[in-house]
């Protein structure tokens, strides 16, 4: 018997649609920038002689706007086309990146400029992100799940590698301004390709006030125990990460390891963790998916704890490396439970939610992050994020439905389908 040819790659791919095609690609080209925004800012607070506390002023400001407007967002995203939402939102995210970058180019950028252009970047990722969230969730067929957004993640953690590698080099080399002004280039392209994207047929909203699409979204996602716990963990999770990230880590860069190149290395291999562990997620496909997820989670404090115990900098290169693996496990797991538990017409409302409750403590937290570490000391205030974060993800695997959560077999196709499952803890 012959043996039939192997598979083109027209055919190994043939489950990605070109509306997953197109949201991957642009996800990856505005990600590039995103990654290396982020060091920009800070150092570009930093070298206008601005403080740590200032460093998270300006963090809050643009994560304020967001925990304010996601609701919002989902809803819009939920009763308009979602990639007429998302062209808006990258085109005013790209034009204030722009501003900004002229600004910091210019010399002499004021706390006041930084902070109100932080916080319309903030209100852009508001309108975006629930309809991306909703988009990329409808593109993928329940079968192909795991692989689809494995592959997704792994294409959008890949621009975490190359953004932040460039990024910090860029800003150790150029400054700061020349970041944040790719940035803007980066949201104007994924712009124009979003623009591409074809309208997605879903079941009509109930036609309500956007009050009422409030209030039914509110109560599809507050009806899932599971849902809302881990929820509730990730808004002192991210608050922590993000004042490590985003303060102590640049913080830390600038006194003891070298400055801007060396942080943007270890948020390099923070990338290379993601990208390594996707290809691993492409294939496993855990029963249990959120008990799994969490394991993942421990590994979110690694990088606090190294920096707390001022660990040179291949060991906190590894720390964030860890921390990149435990990120896709817990992501790409989270993504498979939230598509096949959500009802289609939820997605962009529950994602929403989702996010604004991850989201909500981080403004307060990155505020406080500089006060915090004037009366903990720093190594005092990353000692306390790596504790929360180990605490946090021991205290989670206590809710019966989060360790039960089971992966169901679809009901069409067979080449993603999983083995034969235990039915999940009922919702209470």
Same mark, same amino acid.
């Given at each position: ?13 043939? =489950? ?60 819009? &995203? ?14 005013? +995210?790209?034009? +204030? @990146?722009?501003? !900004? ?12 400029? !930084? ?40 294409? @959008? ?6 953004? &932040? ?12 301004? %020349? ?27 109930? #036609? ?9 979204? =509110? ?6 125990? =599971? ?56 294939? %496993? ?5 959120? !008990? ?41 797991? =989270? ?29 307060? #937290?990155?505020?406080? &992050? ?8 720093? +190594? ?12 946090? +993800? ?35």
């Amino acid at each position: 018997m012959p043996t039939p040819p192997p598979p083109t790659a027209a055919r190994r791919f043939a =489950w990605a649609s070109r509306n997953f095609r197109i949201q991957t690609a642009a996800t990856v080209i505005s990600g590039l920038g995103n990654a290396g925004a982020p060091i920009a800012t800070a150092f570009a607070v930093l070298g206008n002689g601005g403080t740590t506390a200032e460093v998270g002023y300006v963090t809050a400001a643009r994560l304020l706007p967001t925990v304010l407007l996601l609701v919002v967002g989902g809803t819009l &995203a939920d009763r308009l086309p979602r990639h007429h939402i998302m062209v808006a939102a990258n085109l005013f +995210s790209g034009v +204030s @990146q722009a501003v !900004l970058a002229a600004l910091v180019l210019a010399g002499n950028v004021q706390l006041w400029q !930084l902070l109100v252009l932080s916080a319309a970047g903030g209100a852009g990722y508001a309108l975006y992100s629930p309809a991306a969230g909703g988009m990329i969730m409808q593109a993928v067929p329940q079968e192909h799940a795991a692989r689809a957004f494995s592959v997704f993640r792994m294409g @959008q953690n890949a621009s975490q590698i190359g953004g &932040a590698a460039l990024g910090g080099a860029l800003t150790a080399a150029f400054g700061p301004g %020349w970041v944040l002004a790719l940035d803007a280039l980066c949201f104007l392209i994924a712009a124009a390709l979003r623009f591409l994207l074809e309208a997605e047929s879903a079941p009509a909203p109930s #036609g309500g006030s956007m009050l009422r699409d409030l209030r039914e979204g =509110w109560q599809e996602f507050a009806s899932r125990r =599971w849902l809302w716990v881990i929820v509730l963990q990730f808004a002192v999770l991210v608050a922590c990460i993000n004042a490590v990230e985003a303060v102590y880590g640049p913080t830390v860069a600038k006194d003891r390891l070298g400055g801007a190149g060396a942080w943007g290395l270890a948020m390099s291999a923070y990338g290379v963790g993601l990208v390594v562990t996707g290809l691993l997620m492409a294939r %496993w496909r855990p029963r249990r998916i959120l !008990l799994v997820g969490n394991w993942g989670v421990f590994l979110f404090g690694v990088p606090a704890l190294a920096l707390a115990v001022a660990a040179p900098l291949p060991v906190l290169v590894a720390a964030m490396f860890l921390s990149g693996v435990g990120v896709t496990v817990f992501g790409v797991n =989270w993504m498979v439970a939230l598509q096949q538990e959500v009802p289609e017409e939820m997605f962009s409302r529950v994602t929403a939610y989702d996010e604004l409750g991850s989201y909500s403590l981080s403004p307060v #937290g990155t505020a406080l &992050a500089g006060p915090a570490a004037t009366v903990l000391g720093l +190594s005092g205030a990353l000692w306390a994020c790596a504790v929360l974060c180990l605490l946090l +993800s021991a205290a989670v695997l206590l809710d019966p439905q989060v360790r039960r959560l089971t992966r169901r077999s679809p009901d069409r196709g067979t080449s993603d389908a999983p083995v034969p499952v235990d039915e999940p803890a009922p919702a209470s």
